[in-house]
């Protein structure tokens, strides 16, 4: 199975962060309407067909990929803490958009120890 372009990159973004084990440089994925109150405050957006830019006067500029047919936007982890003000990641929070993932498997690592039922235990074999 070969590598598209993007999935070459993806894999040096991740290992780079588990080289480094810092996982600030991670995306993480939000529905692109996150930004409508930015606009709503007079902010501009600037964009390419898949890189944009939060322009608000007095504040950070926050850079962001655009992915999905751009309903989809994706920030650097450590931007999230560092680029926007508390006050504003319960708003960003409020537009995440989840990966895949299996919910039983997130649930086990909040509360390790717990008992988690997910059905019967069975071998498998991944294709």
């Given at each position: 199975?070969?590598?598209?372009?993007?999935?070459?990159?993806?894999?040096?973004?991740v290992?780079?962060?588990?080289?480094?084990?810092?996982?600030?440089?991670l995306?993480?994925?939000?529905?692109?309407?996150?930004?409508?109150?930015?606009?709503d405050?007079?902010a501009?957006?600037?964009?390419?067909?898949?890189?944009?830019?939060?322009?608000?006067?007095?504040?950070?500029?926050?850079?962001?990929?655009?992915?999905?047919?751009?309903?989809?936007?994706?920030?650097?982890?450590?931007?999230?803490?560092?680029?926007?003000?508390?006050?504003?990641?319960?708003?960003?929070?409020?537009?995440?958009?989840?990966?895949?993932?299996?919910?039983?498997?997130?649930?086990?690592?909040?509360?390790?120890?717990?008992?988690?039922?997910?059905?019967?235990?069975?071998?498998?074999?991944?294709?």
């Amino acid at each position: 199975m070969g590598q598209t372009h993007s999935d070459a990159v993806w894999r040096r973004t991740v290992a780079r962060a588990v080289g480094s084990r810092d996982a600030s440089a991670l995306p993480v994925h939000f529905s692109a309407s996150v930004l409508s109150r930015y606009i709503d405050r007079g902010a501009t957006i600037l964009r390419t067909d898949t890189v944009g830019r939060l322009l608000q006067p007095g504040k950070a500029v926050i850079d962001f990929g655009i992915v999905k047919d751009d309903t989809v936007i994706h920030l650097r982890f450590g931007d999230i803490g560092s680029l926007l003000p508390e006050s504003e990641r319960e708003h960003w929070l409020d537009h995440l958009v989840a990966p895949a993932a299996s919910r039983p498997y997130l649930q086990m690592t909040l509360q390790p120890g717990a008992c988690h039922d997910d059905g019967e235990l069975r071998e498998w074999i991944p294709q």
